[in-house]
């Protein structure tokens, strides 16, 4: 067979559409959103080239519409678990040898699908599923997606080209290998993208895997499974399967060929899944690689001389877009007393103007309805104890209902208390806590968001003076895997900004990266010695 270096297709971003009215995407989605609502699909899992129905079946419904079923989806049992676990294993040695371009191009092949003739798919399958108001799916479902397959192909090459250097009469080669064993692949509800990259990720760079999606995300999940099918992606290489995550993780972390674990959800699932695998240690053929990325109390601080419209935006856009359920949401902020009334009294009026919560169907609300009646209830609840607190007011919003969809309206707490209960616990809602410094305490005011959370996952400082800029650069240096200036604390795009947190917010492995490809491969340094030496005895010998 011919051989090349190949030079793969530089990445760029998958530019957002606008989905105005009038535009084409809008009639699109909104057409596919029609059909997906009215329909009813029934979703196999998929283990190797079988598409399996238990008939142990779940319905799904849209959060902002939850008595109104979408679709079923058929949940596992054990056996189920250990036909992916021997599906991967039998698919192992063709998909780890074959050619790394022949991999590359299906990966691309999906990201164009994605551009074009599934973009409608996959955007109206996670306003359903997720209740993602259009330009969210877009920025997730399509954009971000494309990104992370596009550039990691491109990541995935630089590997492969990262070579050592050899000393005369000697060749050093390093090869890439995949893991040995298979990558586990658990997926939060909240990214399509994540959803898709988890998995593909570790495929990408020749590993056989088993998919568990959230059950809230399934809905979404199937349209990436027919995307990577329609793409070429071989029978067994990403084994899919839904139900009892804790029956299916045993499952799996007792398997000997257990390699990797690709996590992203809540931080106390992830302690869990770590200590899981170091209890089954001594089980495992090799070390696995543990890579998680999990929860955030993300900040926003703003300076005194910062300009407060932008503090305003910042806050309303961090903390509010969809509904806040974002790891890097902001839900922390710390303004300064002499212009805190003048932003929050923005913040006000952009959550006024917002539509009451809403379909995303109806392309003129901003606001839609959060995941599940889990997160409904707690949301209600902390929301609840803050008008009874005395340290805490409901400054803005504070009400909801579950009657027709989970909608919570964005509410903002001000507390005097800078250790407030939802200043430091994550809540992933359309909830954000303000704590007022006096502008005298700026200093004692960094040390406070250092010391506050567990977490370090986002954090944002907008002010215009440089040498706050600077202070706050370092003595925040820990406490934020993503750190920004003069911007909110969200929107990280692939390419150009890694994403990922410290402390107990992750493994900090940076999705979109190629520290994050590094994961999944295994490296084996070949050195070759063109003339071999025929004599122990060194000159020093004499
Ligand atoms: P979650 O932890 O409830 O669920 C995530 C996944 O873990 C799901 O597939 C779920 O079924 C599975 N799971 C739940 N219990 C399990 C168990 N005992 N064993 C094995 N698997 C189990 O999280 P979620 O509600 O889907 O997502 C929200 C969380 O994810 C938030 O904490 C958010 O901050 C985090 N998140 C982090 C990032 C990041 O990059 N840091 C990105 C997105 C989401």
């Not at 008939?55 to 902002?64: D, F, I, V």
């Amino acid at each position: 067979m011919g051989k090349g270096f190949f030079q793969v297709p530089t990445a760029i971003n998958e530019p957002i559409k606008s989905y105005a009215p009038g535009s084409s995407e809008r009639e699109a989605v909104l057409e596919q959103y029609k059909t997906y609502f009215n329909g009813n699909v029934d979703v196999p899992m998929y283990i190797g080239s079988k598409e399996v129905r238990t008939g142990n079946t779940k319905p799904m419904s849209p959060p902002h519409d939850h008595k109104h079923i979408v679709g079923t989806y058929h949940t596992a049992d054990q056996k189920n678990v250990q036909a992916a676990i021997n599906n991967c294993l039998e698919s192992r040695n063709a998909w780890a040898n074959l050619a790394w371009e022949q991999r590359a191009a299906i990966f691309l092949k999906a990201a164009e699908l994605i551009a074009g003739p599934y973009r409608a798919k996959i955007n109206a399958s996670t306003m359903i599923a997720q209740s993602k108001n259009i330009h969210q799916a877009e920025i997730d479902a399509a954009c971000e997606l494309i990104d992370f397959l596009r550039f990691n192909v491109e990541y995935m090459s630089q590997i492969y080209a990262e070579q050592p250097d050899s000393a005369e009469g000697i060749w050093n080669r390093v090869e890439y290998r995949p893991l040995e064993g298979f990558v586990y692949a658990i997926t939060p509800f909240n990214f399509t993208a994540i959803a898709g990259n988890l998995p593909a990720s570790a495929a990408m760079m020749g590993n056989v895997v088993i998919w568990k999606p959230s059950d809230s995300q399934i809905f979404s999940a199937k349209v990436i499974v027919d995307i990577f099918k329609e793409a070429g992606l071989p029978d067994g290489v990403i084994n899919v399967v839904y139900g009892d995550p804790v029956m299916i993780t045993n499952t799996i972390l007792a398997s000997s060929d257990f390699a990797g674990l690709h996590f992203t959800g809540s931080t106390h699932v992830f302690k869990e899944l770590w200590k899981q695998i170091g209890n089954n240690i001594h089980t495992y053929k090799t070390y696995p690689k543990i890579v998680g990325e999990t929860g955030g109390k993300d900040f926003i601080l703003a300076h005194p001389t910062a300009n407060t419209k932008q503090v305003a935006t910042a806050i309303s856009r961090g903390a509010f877009e969809f509904q806040g359920q974002k790891c890097s949401a902001a839900s922390r902020v710390y303004l300064p007393k002499s212009t805190s009334k003048e932003i929050l009294e923005f913040v006000k009026a952009d959550i006024e103007s917002f539509n009451k919560p809403g379909s995303p169907e109806d392309m003129s609300n901003f606001i839609t309805a959060v995941i599940h009646e889990g997160s409904f209830d707690k949301l209600a609840k902390y929301i609840n104890q803050a008008k009874e607190d005395k340290n805490a007011d409901i400054y803005a919003g504070g009400s909801f209902d579950k009657s027709k969809g989970y909608f919570i309206e964005p509410t903002v707490i001000v507390t005097t208390d800078p250790k407030y209960t939802t200043m430091e616990t994550e809540l992933f809602g359309p909830v954000v806590t303000i704590y007022v410094y006096d502008d005298k305490n700026w200093s004692e005011t960094l040390q406070l968001i250092d010391g506050t959370s567990e977490y370090a996952l986002t954090g944002a400082v907008l002010s215009n003076d440089r040498y706050a800029i600077e202070e706050a650069t370092k003595a925040l240096q820990n406490c934020a895997g993503n750190f920004y200036i003069n911007d909110k604390p969200t929107g990280a795009v692939v390419g150009q900004q890694p994403f990922g947190g410290a402390r107990a917010s992750g493994t900090n492995d940076k999705a979109g990266s190629a520290q994050n490809l590094l994961r999944w491969v295994s490296p084996r340094l070949i050195k070759e010695t063109f003339v071999t030496p025929v004599d122990y005895r060194y000159p020093f010998l004499g």
